[in-house]
T-cell receptor, first 117, second 111 residues
Framework: GAVVSQHPSWVICKSGTSVKIECRSL??????MFWYRQFPKQSLMLMAT?????????EQGVEKDKFLINHASLTLSTLTVTSAHPEDSSFYICSAAEGLSSYNEQFFGPGTRLTVL | KQEVTQIPAALSVPEGENLVLNCSFTDSAIYNLQWFRQDPGKGLTSLLLIQSSQREQTSGRLNASLDKSSGRSTLYIAASQPGDSATYLC??????????WGAGTKLIIKP
């Protein structure tokens, strides 16, 4: 089946620093990638959707200047949390879909746990 | 507003019992529905995907049903095992690509 990887799997950083999370589709071309965040004991919430070569579309309430998303190739998307603060501590999960059809299945990465001190 | 609700929020049963997890959704115009499990601090494992034209899907001890008219899906787990302990998430896909997630049911299987 389709495999999506994330790196790093966990990261601890100081408040005010920036953290970059990578999401890669290993055996297929991901035209569309999605970034989710999950707070403890809560469900996943979609942050943004990105199509390769285009600017990401952010969900309401998500600061695009704080959560920078780059989808420069068909196998890689990055999420950069800029000037991270403790309230940004969360579990970040990416997913990827092949093709532009809205009916294509999403495949999920294993997630990245971010802790901001 | 499209919402997905999972009941109960938590469930604890003895090993060996059969159990049912529930998922309900407010907008019945779904494209598909998917059940996932999530182990503590980890990512998602896809369990079953049911297309809108299907009524159920089976994989091993798992059976998921879908009733679009009533806005409900159930995940049936037969002969539960301690290794089944996890949080089970239901996600509904609408035609705009968006997955709408339930809050999950935390399942504990007692040995």
């Amino acid at each position: 089946g389709a495999v999506v990887s994330q790196h790093p799997s966990w990261v601890i950083c100081k408040s005010g620093t920036s953290v970059k999370i990578e999401c890669r589709s290993l055996d297929f071309q991901a035209t569309t990638m999605f970034w989710y965040r999950q707070f403890p004991k809560q469900s996943l919430m979609l942050m943004a959707t990105s199509n390769e070569g285009s600017k990401a579309t952010y969900e309401q309430g998500v600061e695009k200047d704080k959560f920078l998303i780059n989808h420069a190739s068909l196998t890689l998307s990055t999420l950069t949390v800029t000037s991270a603060h403790p309230e940004d501590s969360s579990f970040y999960i990416c997913s990827a879909a092949e093709g532009l059809s809205s009916y294509n299945e999403q495949f999920f990465g294993p997630g990245t746990r971010l802790t901001v001190l | 507003k499209q919402e997905v609700t999972q009941i109960p929020a938590a469930l604890s049963v003895p090993e060996g019992e059969n159990l049912v997890l529930n998922c309900s959704f407010t907008d019945s115009a779904i494209y598909n529905l998917q059940w996932f499990r999530q182990d503590p601090g980890k990512g998602l494992t896809s369990l079953l995907l049911i297309q809108s034209s299907q009524r159920e899907q089976t994989s091993g001890r798992l059976n998921a049903s879908l009733d679009k008219s009533s806005g409900r899906s159930t995940l049936y787990i037969a002969a539960s095992q301690p290794g089944d302990s996890a949080t089970y998430l239901c996600a509904v896909r609408y035609s705009n690509y968006q997955l709408i997630w339930g809050a999950g049911t935390k399942l504990i299987i007692k040995p």
